[in-house]
């Protein structure tokens, strides 16, 4: 069974830093990573992907130069570093990863960036 464990989320003042972490287990042969976001009244986007063959990354233009993805193979955990935190990303994080054609999300960690 594949699961996907989120931590990290909290309340940090703008221009703060936080660290959203995501433990999978149960899943092999994993394509892409990666950390998408939803705010209340919107839908989820994406915010970062990276594929496990080569490492490519991508990034919503909105978080580029202040998030960072990446992943530890040995933990087999994946990383989100968000630093220069704004209210505008206030939003549910939700973790994922792709395996062939199927997707699989966390349960989601809430970020709460004060102005």
């Known amino acids: 069974q594949v699961q996907l464990v989120e931590s990290g989320g909290g309340l940090v003042q703008a221009g703060g830093s936080l660290r959203l972490s995501c433990a999978v287990s149960?899943?092999?042969?994993?394509?892409?990573m990666g950390w998408y976001r939803q705010a209340p009244g919107k839908q989820r986007e994406l915010v970062a992907t990276?594929?496990?063959?080569?490492?490519?990354?991508n990034y919503a233009n909105s978080v580029k130069g202040r998030f960072t993805i990446s992943r530890d193979n040995t933990k087999n955990t994946v990383y989100l570093q968000m630093n220069n935190l704004q209210p505008e990303d206030t939003a549910v994080y939700y973790c994922?990863?792709?395996?062939?054609?199927?997707?699989?999300w966390g349960q989601g960690t809430q970020v709460t960036v004060s102005s």
């Open positions: 994922n990863i792709r395996r062939g054609s199927s997707d699989y």
């Open positions: 149960g899943a092999n042969f994993i394509n892409r």
């Open positions: 990276m594929f496990t063959v080569g490492g490519s990354t």
